[in-house]
């Protein structure tokens, strides 16, 4: 397996910003560590093509944020300070997508150590997201005529109410977001398949609502290729994520939906989404179990 990395595209936030960028670097070193990905196996991402980034999003909304042009209050609903190492780190998590689906496309599975900016709309971005690498890497793979259906399994706690603007009129592409009802976005999308959560929700509900909703979206959707957004708080201890799920049910959760992919012959790419605990160990964590249950899901495969 594949996994693409993009923390070569170094960021300094500045002191205090409670966005946790060091987290990447963090998942990258323990993934070695655990023998969960071989060292040789690990590629740094190049910076996406402008084409396929303007293929997705307004153009002056891409210039104006290549330039360092775009009004203060954008830039603030995006949720970094403009500079240019931003620049080059947001091109670099798209163009990570971008290779974790075309290595899932020659080898059934491959992950990205970034993406999931499900926030980020056509003409703006939000929530730490400045473009959509799902939309992007999606949109790439249909006009390139590799696939002709995309399914984007969306297991955030926050709903991918930018992937669903995106793509609401666009029949290719069906959108599936699990996600806490009360949490970010106030005002939510309507992707295809929308499953909000209460506060509290624990391994047992989830888990539930889960394999109904890969019931329905694999059937719906009959995808020839699957993103697995697996953001990881949904966990108890994350401080953005009001959900109740322990390191077990993340894992489980990880296992059923990877199982469902791979048991159908489908290509897979992994990315990463959220993940704001404290201390981050416990979301970095969660983030290589996703990871741990692919490798399990492959060598079951194998047998």
Same mark, same amino acid.
């Given at each position: 397996?594949?996994?693409?990395?993009?923390?070569?595209?170094?960021?300094?936030?500045?002191?205090?910003?409670?966005?946790?960028?060091?987290?990447?670097?963090?998942?990258?070193?323990?993934?070695?560590?655990?023998?969960?990905?071989?060292?040789?196996?690990?590629?740094?991402?190049?910076?996406?093509?402008?084409?396929?980034?303007?293929?997705?999003?307004?153009?002056?909304?891409?210039?104006?944020?290549?330039?360092?042009?775009?009004?203060?209050?954008?830039?603030?609903?995006?949720?970094?300070?403009?500079?240019?190492?931003?620049?080059?780190?947001?091109?670099?998590?798209?163009?990570?997508?971008?290779?974790?689906?075309?290595?899932?496309?020659?080898?059934?599975?491959?992950?990205?150590?970034?993406?999931?900016?499900?926030?980020?709309?056509?003409?703006?971005?939000?929530?730490?997201? !400045?473009?959509?690498?799902?939309?992007?890497?999606?949109?790439?793979?249909?006009?390139?005529?590799?696939?002709?259906?995309?399914?984007?399994?969306?297991?955030?706690?926050?709903?991918?109410?930018?992937?669903?603007?995106?793509?609401?009129?666009?029949?290719? !592409?069906?959108?599936?977001?699990?996600?806490?009802?009360?949490?970010?976005?106030?005002?939510?999308?309507?992707?295809?398949?929308?499953?909000?959560?209460?506060?509290?929700?624990?391994?047992?509900?989830?888990?539930?609502?889960?394999?109904?909703?890969?019931?329905?979206?694999?059937?719906?959707?009959?995808?020839?290729?699957?993103?697995?957004?697996?953001?990881?708080?949904?966990?108890?201890?994350?401080?953005?994520?009001?959900?109740?799920?322990?390191?077990?049910?993340?894992?489980?959760?990880?296992?059923?939906?990877?199982?469902?992919?791979?048991?159908?012959?489908?290509?897979?790419?992994?990315?990463?989404?959220?993940?704001?605990?404290?201390?981050?160990?416990?979301?970095?964590?969660?983030?290589?179990?996703?990871?741990?249950?692919?490798?399990? !899901?492959?060598?079951?495969?194998?047998?």
């Amino acid at each position: 397996m594949r996994v693409f990395y993009c923390d070569h595209f170094e960021v300094i936030l500045p002191p205090k910003h409670r966005f946790p960028m060091h987290k990447y670097g963090l998942l990258r070193e323990k993934l070695v560590a655990d023998g969960l990905v071989g060292a040789d196996r690990l590629v740094p991402a190049n910076a996406a093509p402008l084409e396929d980034i303007f293929a997705v999003h307004d153009a002056g909304y891409v210039q104006g944020f290549l330039d360092g042009t775009l009004e203060r209050s954008v830039i603030q609903r995006i949720g970094f300070p403009w500079s240019e190492a931003m620049v080059m780190r947001s091109l670099g998590s798209v163009g990570s997508t971008l290779g974790a689906v075309e290595a899932a496309m020659e080898v059934g599975i491959a992950g990205s150590l970034a993406g999931g900016t499900h926030h980020a709309y056509r003409d703006f971005g939000s929530g730490y997201c !400045v473009f959509n690498d799902l939309a992007i890497a999606a949109r790439r793979l249909l006009d390139r005529g590799a696939v002709e259906r995309v399914l984007i399994f969306d297991v955030d706690v926050h709903q991918g109410d930018g992937t669903a603007s995106i793509f609401a009129e666009d029949p290719r !592409v069906f959108t599936c977001s699990l996600h806490g009802a009360k949490n970010f976005p106030s005002r939510k999308q309507t992707s295809d398949l929308d499953v909000p959560l209460p506060d509290g929700t624990g391994d047992a509900e989830y888990l539930t609502a889960l394999d109904a909703a890969l019931d329905e979206a694999m059937e719906r959707s009959r995808p020839d290729v699957v993103f697995y957004q697996g953001g990881v708080d949904v966990l108890a201890d994350d401080h953005l994520g009001r959900l109740h799920l322990s390191a077990a049910g993340c894992y489980e959760r990880d296992l059923r939906s990877l199982g469902r992919f791979r048991g159908a012959g489908l290509p897979v790419a992994l990315t990463l989404g959220g993940g704001y605990a404290n201390p981050i160990d416990s979301s970095v964590n969660a983030y290589a179990g996703t990871y741990r249950a692919a490798k399990s !899901v492959e060598a079951a495969r194998s047998v």
